[in-house]
Every structure is written in C-alpha cells, then in structure tokens.
C-alpha cells in the first residue's frame, strides 16, 4: 500500500492515480528491502550491487515512459516521482536508470525509425540490453553542440567511427553505447546504437570519483569502428535533436535532485529527533528547527516547479529553457540542502553509516552533468534575452 511521503509537504502525490501509487509503493518496497541496505558499502568500494538492472527492471522503472513499453498509462508527474524515489534511496541507482531509461532508450525512443524502437526498446526495458549514452568527450563537455571530435565517415551501407568519450555512465558493462559522433561529410551530429562487441570498441572504468561511486562511468575509444547504416538513428539529423532527448532528461535530473534532498533531510530529521544535547533532542533547539525548515522550504519549492514542468510534457507545451531552468535551479537548492541537512549531524554528518554524507558528496555529479548550472542558465538566458551568450 502506497503511504504519502511526509516530505511531500504540500502533497503533490495526490495528483497520481491509484495505479501510479501502487506502482510507486512495488518501487518503494524494492529499494528499501534489496537497495538501501547495501547502498553504502558499494558507494565505499566504488560497485554496483549484482543483478541490480534486472531487478529495477522488474520494478518497470525502464518501461513506463515509452509507447513501446509502458505497462499502464501514465503521467510525466509519475515518472518524476519513480526519479525522486530512486534517488531518495541513493543517487547513483537514479543515474542507473536514468541512463537506461532516459539517456539510451529515450535516444531510440525520440531520434529512431519505428522499426529501431520496436527492436530495441522492450528488450531494454525488460533489462535484457544495458545501454549507454556516449556524447561527451575528453576535450568536449559544455560544448558538445559544436566541438565533437568523434567522426562517421559513411563506406557504402556502413559507418566507420572514430574518436573518443569520456564519463560514459554504465559504458562498463552496456550492451551497447549510443554515440553521437558528427558525420565527416556535412558536419552534422548523428547517432548509432554500436554493440559493444564491436571490433575497435573499448572502454575503461573512470577511477577514484568522489561523487556517485556506484555508478560506473567509463573512458570510450572508437578506432575503426563498423556499423550498418540499419544500427544509425534514423531521425538524429543534427544536435537539435540529440538536444530533444536531452531537454527530457534534464528534467527527470531535476527531479532526482530533489529525490537527493529528500534522502538527506528524512536522514537529517531522525538524527535531529534522537541526538540529544544540552538534556534534550537537537530536533528541539532553534537552530537546528531552521536548518529542517530552510530544507524542507528548498525541498517544497522544487517539487512545485518540477511538477509544473512534468505537466507541461504531458500538455506539449515543454521547451528547452523549462527543463534547463528545472534543472538549474533545483539542483543549486540540493546542493543547500544536503549542507544543511549535513550539517544538522553534526561530525557525524561525514560518516558514511548515517547516509547524508552520500547524498552531500553525489550532490556534486547531479550538479554538474546534464548540463551544468553555467549551460542551463545560458539555456534560460537566450531564451528570455533572445541572445545567445553561449560563446
Ligand atoms: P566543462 O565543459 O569543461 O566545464 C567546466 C566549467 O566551465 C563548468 O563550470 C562550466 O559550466 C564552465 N563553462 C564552460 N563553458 C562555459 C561558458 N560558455 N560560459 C560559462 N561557463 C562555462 N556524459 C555523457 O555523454 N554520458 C554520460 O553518461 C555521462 N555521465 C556522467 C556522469 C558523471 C558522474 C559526470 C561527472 C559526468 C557525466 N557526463 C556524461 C558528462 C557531463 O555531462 C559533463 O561533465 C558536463 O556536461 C560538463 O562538461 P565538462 O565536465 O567537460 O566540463
């Protein structure tokens, strides 16, 4: 039974149908009986937990966004909530799914022919094929609109890639990759679903991340790399439309983000409950109250602005500068928010047992990937200004 998140403070949930709440609470159950508990020491060790795709994936959380795939109908609201209950247990099992489900799927699902969509993406959403999403690059991260140095050169009915990506999320164990390299002719970005078993294809784990532990990203080398012109996204034309997938999954980020503010303060608040000091709980001094309020407050804010941009996909009506301000904005909040929430344990607040020194240091990738809060603004920034001040 699905029972309403005390930090949903203005209620949010109550615009999911029983369906999704039901759907929501399986999801709960899952992350509370075979995640939470292992969540800390696979952040230590730097691993992921065995058989974890398999198991989200019998959760749905890969199928409920695609047409090919949903088990029910559902809501863009719903599918924030699955972000923020993911990352409320541990952020990097959010990056987990948000580059199988977003990232990987949500590139065939958005620049595929219906028949790549048909092929790939039940086989992903049932965990059978791990994808990854390969666009930036050793020399080309913010600016990967225009300084990709991968290139496809077409040979008849193939492809030929070649270059090299860096912090490719899951790229040490994907199936396949997603790469987007720019086509050597008309200088356009295009997508190719490459098997990773792909003569020329290598990938190496990045090593001694302080942030998101669990999450395996790697270093990609593309030497001489064949694929059928049957394996490139049919509808990725240029980088507008790898941006099409991105303007979704900067919003799904933003909703982890305060699945990540979430994790923290429900920590923060059963610390603050129990910790006595000068004969009494800290829970019952002032100051620590306003460290739980200003948190709760950023927590509250976020959700109403995440909400309104999940509806807005569901109406049509979402652009670019809505996710990318989403996505700005809530995770500079997060970033306040597991400080304070840190902050409220006092030296414990770094120890990894009472979990928010976890979410205080993932904090820092959220913020950072998808687009930094510099990319974002920019995103905003033209929009309303109606000058592009990227360069
Ligand atoms: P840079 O672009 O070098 O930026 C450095 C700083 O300069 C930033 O503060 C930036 O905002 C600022 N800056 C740059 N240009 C400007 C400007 N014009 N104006 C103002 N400020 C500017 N990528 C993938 O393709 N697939 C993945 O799965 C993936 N997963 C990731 C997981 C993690 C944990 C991390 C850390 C990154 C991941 N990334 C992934 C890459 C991520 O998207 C990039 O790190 C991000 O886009 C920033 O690029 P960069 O790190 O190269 O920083």
Redesign the pocket.
Known sequence: TFEPLASDFYGYETLLTDEEKGALAALRSYLESEVKPVVNGHWEKATHPDGIMKGLAGTGAFSFAWDETRPFENSAVFRGFVALELARVDASIA?LVG?QNG?AMGSISVTGSPEQRAEWLPRMASGEIVG?????????????AQGLRTTATREGDEWVLNGS???????TFSDITVI?AKDAEDGQVKGFIVPTSTPGYSATKIEN?Q??RI?Q?ADITLEGVRVPESLRLQNANSFRDTAKVLRLTRAEVAWAAVGNSVGAYEAALRYARERVQFGKPIASHQLVQDLLVKSIGNITASLGMVVRVSQMLDDGTQKDEHSALAKAYTTARMRETVAWCREALGGNGIVLDYDVARHFADA???Y????????N??IVGRSITGFA???
Do not use: H
């Open positions: 990056t580059v990232l990854a999403f390969g666009l930036t690059e050793p020399t080309s991260g913010s600016d990967s990506k860096r912090w490719i999320g899951n790229a987007w991340k942030s998101l999450v990203n820092e990738a959220l950072s990937y998808e687009g930094t809060r510099e990319m603004t920019l001040a990227f360069v």
